[in-house]
Each structure stands twice: as C-alpha cells, then as structure tokens.
C-alpha cells in the first residue's frame, strides 16, 4: 500500500449564503492548520452548497477526538450536514461475488498494488466457483447459498459475518442477487455495486441483449450506490465504448467485461478517498 497522509477531511452540504467557505477556512486557520485541498460546488437551483476541505493535521492545535464539538457551533450557524474522516483511517471492505471473476481480479491487482487503499476482510458468495481466487490472494472465502426461503436467514448470517469483521463498505462486484431492504438499511450509502449497462437504459437482468436488440452504437457500465430500488441508487461513475451492428451479443458481453471492471474500480477508488457527497438520490464528486 502507499503511503497514509495525516490529514483530516471535511465533507458538507447546507443552504447556500455568503460567508460558508470564509468561515471554514478561518476555522482551520485559527487551529492552525494547512488546507491542502478545497473544492465546492454550488447548485443554483437547489440553493444548496457542497464542500470537500482537506488539511494537514500534524501542527493542528486540536485533538481528533475534540474537532466535531470544536466545530459543531459553526456547522450549526451554516445548517450543515457534514462528515469529518481522516486519510489514515484504512476502511473494511467486504466483496460479494457470483461467478464472473473479471470484476474481484480488477480490485484485488489493484488493491496488490496499493491502488485501492482498503483492508479486504473477505469474500462472500453465493456460488463456491471463485474460492481457489479468494485463496490465491490470502482472503477468506464465505459461501453463502441462496434459494427464496433462505435468503432472510442467509442475509442475517451475512450480517453477522460482516459486523465480526466491522466492515465499513461492501463491493458488490457481479454479486448476482438482489440484497433485500432490511440488508440494505445496515449500510446506507455504503453499498457499491456495478450494473453492466449506461443506467437508466436497460435496467434488470440481460442489459446485453436488451442492447442488441435496440442497435445501440455505445455500451456502458453504471457503478452505483445500493438502495432498495433496483438499480436505481446513487450513480457515482459511468463510462462507455462504442460497439457496432457487427457486434454479437457475446462481443457485447466481451467489451462491457473491460468497462465494467474499471468504472466499478473508479467508483470505489472515489468512496475510499470520501470525494463523495449524496443529494437527493444523486451525487456530487469531487474528483479534482
């Protein structure tokens, strides 16, 4: 893994007004501290304002423990919905597999070679296929089997499994089952799945060969956060490649494969970072 910055992150939305970014910064600057990275948005439309603030912590005059109640009062004045993490806290991570290994392979190279900074606790899955690659890399392998009358019962050993090893994020990565409500509300925004299509086109199953039937000229893949709507979450990174009427549907499946593994790893790399803010089903990125 590279090497962890001991910096301190400020994630926030609130009404827009003067004085928001000013305030901030004064806070910081008061503590002594050094802002490395500032970004923000405003939506006009909405009146609402979105910052991502980072700075170093070394010389900052405030404990970690004594900043939420340092900074409560300002957050309060602003109506603030805000988060504070910091960059060498390293996230749990939890994969959830089926059978297609394309999208596990992308994350555990990437993760080998200190790209995706997280502890992956383990693997979970509902088919036995991609143990021999959960071993090769030294992460505990979970079989779950899944039929409609066990799936609330396998759901809870899930959550169990995963509260043991106080998993932060959960990846589904071509994880073949749909998660139920109950499941979903133990990990609001921290679900992260991949939809092999450009999303809101061909939603459900079968995206492929909805997409040759229709003559698309482009494919994608839609990297998303889980609500209880079918792929219908927070979209956090999408991206696409152009196909043609020569294109059968196993070229289709073939060409999403390589899109898929990567939008699904951006996504993932952006959460891990925290350069993400949810608003209203929708997100905003701060990828700068």
Same mark, same amino acid.
């Given at each position: 893994m590279g090497s962890l910055s001991n910096h301190a992150i400020l994630l926030l939305s609130c009404p827009d007004r003067k004085g928001i970014v000013a305030s901030i910064s004064q806070f910081i600057y008061e503590h002594n501290g050094n802002i490395v990275h500032a970004d923000q948005y405003t939506d006009t439309e909405k009146g609402q304002f979105f910052m991502r603030i980072e700075w170093e912590l070394d010389d900052f005059d405030l404990e970690r423990k004594e900043i939420p109640e340092a900074f409560s009062p300002l957050a309060q004045q602003f109506q603030?919905?805000?988060?504070?993490?910091?960059?060498?806290?390293?996230?749990?991570?939890?994969?959830?597999?089926?059978? =297609?290994?394309?999208?596990?392979?992308?994350?555990?190279? $990437?993760? *080998?070679?200190?790209?995706i900074l997280a502890n992956i606790?383990?693997?979970?899955?509902?088919?036995?296929?991609?143990r021999p690659v959960a071993e090769t890399f030294g992460i505990p392998f979970y079989f779950f089997p899944i039929t409609p009358e066990t799936k609330s019962d396998i759901e809870k050993q899930e959550l169990a499994v995963l509260k043991k090893h106080h998993i932060d994020l959960i990846i589904l990565a071509r994880y073949m089952q749909i998660l139920t409500s109950e499941f979903i509300a133990h990990y609001p925004n921290r679900?992260?799945?991949?939809?092999?299509?450009?999303?809101?086109?061909?939603?459900?199953?079968?995206?492929?060969?909805?997409?040759?039937?229709?003559?698309?000229?482009?494919?994608?893949?839609?990297?998303?956060?889980?609500?209880?709507?079918?792929? =219908?979450?927070?979209?956090?990174?999408?991206?696409?490649? $152009?196909? *043609?009427?020569r294109d059968s549907v196993e070229d289709l499946i073939r060409k999403g494969r390589d899109i898929e593994k990567l939008?699904?790893?951006?996504?993932?790399?952006?959460?891990l970072e925290n350069r993400i803010l949810v608003y209203e089903n929708k997100t905003i990125i701060f990828d700068t």
């Open positions: 603030m919905k805000w988060m504070l993490c910091f960059t060498d806290y390293v996230p749990n991570v939890a994969i959830f597999v089926s059978k =297609a290994p394309h999208c596990l392979y992308e994350i555990l190279l $990437r993760h *080998s070679s200190g790209e606790k383990l693997i979970i899955s509902n088919h036995p296929d991609l679900i992260i799945n991949i939809h092999h299509s450009f999303l809101p086109a061909f939603v459900g199953s079968r995206p492929y060969h909805q997409a040759r039937e229709r003559g698309v000229k482009i494919i994608g893949a839609t990297s998303h956060y889980v609500t209880p709507e079918l792929d =219908a979450g927070p979209i956090i990174e999408q991206d696409v490649i $152009r196909v *043609s009427h939008v699904l790893a951006r996504a993932i790399k952006l959460h």
